[in-house]
Nanobody, 124 residues
Framework: QVQLAESGGGLMQVGDSLRLSCAAS????????MGWFRQAPGKEREFVGA????????YYSDFVEGRFTISEDVAKRTVYLQMNSLKPEDTAVYYC?????????????????WGQGTQVTVSS
């Protein structure tokens, strides 16, 4: 069992930067993926990006366009989502999630454990 807790959301302006954090606790795994998803009102949850112990670098959805960066502090068991050049369309609830699936999981169904989400609102 893995517990995840996101933090760092808020009300932002277009062009702002914001860093979300996801602190993990509970079970430990040698190999895993930590992903970020988001869900806007009336839309399906979509994959933002993730890092995997099977890969050297994080991987992202195309819409990120180099604006977001995922990093990890292993000692703190915390994963970060740095978001720059925020746009109104980035407004959503952002979730972190944990997967033990091999490779580079991108589907929500690949992730077993989820945080409660944190709201990010970007105002124009």
């Amino acid at each position: 069992q893995v517990q995840l807790a996101e933090s760092g959301g808020g009300l932002m302006q277009v062009g702002d930067s914001l860093r979300l954090s996801c602190a993990a606790s509970g079970g430990t795994f040698s190999n895993y993926a930590m992903g970020w998803f988001r869900q806007a009102p009336g839309k399906e949850r979509e994959f933002v990006g993730a890092l995997s112990t099977f890969l050297i670098s994080p991987y992202y959805s195309d819409f990120v366009e180099g604006r977001f960066t995922i990093s990890e502090d292993v000692a703190k068991r915390t994963v970060y989502l740095q978001m720059n050049s925020l746009k109104p369309e980035d407004t959503a609830v952002y979730y972190c999630a944990f997967s033990i699936k091999y490779g580079s999981p991108r589907r929500a169904t690949d992730y077993r454990y989820w945080g409660q989400g944190t709201q990010v609102t970007v105002s124009s």
